[in-house]
Nanobody, 127 residues
Framework: QVQLVESGGGLVQAGGSLRLSCAASGRTFSTYAMGWFRQAPGKEREFVAATRWSGGSKYYADSVKGRFTISSANAKNTVYLQMNSLKPEDTAVYYC????????????????????WGQGTQVTVSS
């Protein structure tokens, strides 16, 4: 049974940084695609970043490009989202997601591409 557990959220001032972690268990994830999404109150869940667990191409939403970095630590079965230069509009619940399918630039941005989701971690950026 696949489990994804996010951590690292919190309250930070605008311009600050946070690193989110997603601990994965229940599978061998080396061929999986991993993504981060976020959902603000009253809004739909939106794509943030994605990558293959084993590395390679990384995909980012335009709104976070240059500020956020997705990475994976295979030995720890953990995927990270480093978030720098945070803005109040980054405030949301952040979700980790996993898919056993081959990643692509278009597929990676769709919630329907992912089979497994974590419970989310709250990120609040104050102005």
């Amino acid at each position: 049974q696949v489990q994804l557990v996010e951590s690292g959220g919190g309250l930070v001032q605008a311009g600050g940084s946070l690193r989110l972690s997603c601990a994965a268990s229940g599978r061998t994830f080396s061929t999986y695609a991993m993504g981060w999404f976020r959902q603000a109150p009253g809004k739909e869940r939106e794509f943030v970043a994605a990558t293959r667990w084993s590395g390679g191409s990384k995909y980012y939403a335009d709104s976070v490009k240059g500020r956020f970095t997705i990475s994976s630590a295979n030995a720890k079965n953990t995927v990270y989202l480093q978030m720098n230069s945070l803005k109040p509009e980054d405030t949301a619940v952040y979700y980790c997601a996993a898919s056993p399918s081959s990643i692509g630039a278009v597929r990676a941005r769709s919630t329907s591409f992912y089979d497994y989701w974590g419970q989310g971690t709250q990120v609040t950026v104050s102005s």
